[in-house]
Every structure is written in structure tokens, then in C-alpha cells.
């Protein structure tokens, strides 16, 4: 059994920036009857797995995020830990 910590990323589009696969599903939803939704965002998830005997994780986290697994520019993430 592993002691390894893991740790949810969720990226999202920032508010403002286009969404074209969003509204592509968004517009699917329509055809197929789902007139309740009014909009669809997409976005993408990564989870990590992180050695127990990692230091400063928090750190080493946030700059995986924003140099490799978000765009700052036009993106936002949020961590979640987990165990």
C-alpha cells in the first residue's frame, strides 16, 4: 500500500475566453431536446501522485500547473489534495 499523496488539477477556460468546444456540445444539447442548459464550459482534469517524502509540495505543484498544465494566459486552475 502506497503512502503517497495525490492531488486533483482542475483547468478551466478564465471568464471572457471563447469556448468553441463548449459551445459545440452546448448546441448538441440543444438538438437533442436539453433546452434547460443554457451554456457549456469545458475544461480538463490531471491527477498527480506525489511521493510522501516530497518537501514544499504546494510549491512544486502550483509551478507544474502554471508552466506545463494551464496557460495563465487565457486559463485557471484550482488543486485539490487529496490523502
Known amino acids: 500500500m502506497s503512502d503517497n499523496k495525490?492531488?486533483?488539477v482542475?483547468?478551466?477556460l478564465k471568464d471572457?475566453?471563447?469556448d468553441p468546444q463548449g459551445v459545440t456540445i452546448h448546441k448538441a444539447l440543444l438538438q437533442m431536446g436539453?433546452?434547460?442548459i443554457q451554456s457549456v464550459r469545458t475544461g480538463r482534469f490531471f491527477e498527480l501522485?506525489?511521493?510522501e517524502k516530497a518537501s514544499d509540495?504546494?510549491?512544486k505543484?502550483?509551478?507544474?500547473?502554471?508552466?506545463?498544465?494551464?496557460?495563465p494566459v487565457i486559463e485557471k486552475y484550482s488543486v485539490e489534495k487529496l490523502g
Open 34 to 36: 436539453y433546452d434547460d
Open 10 to 12: 482542475h483547468v478551466r
Open 61 to 71: 505543484i502550483d509551478e507544474v500547473c502554471s508552466k506545463l498544465l494551464a496557460n
Open 57 to 59: 509540495i504546494d510549491r
Open 16 to 18: 471572457g475566453v471563447l
Open 6 to 8: 495525490k492531488a486533483v
Open 49 to 51: 501522485e506525489i511521493s
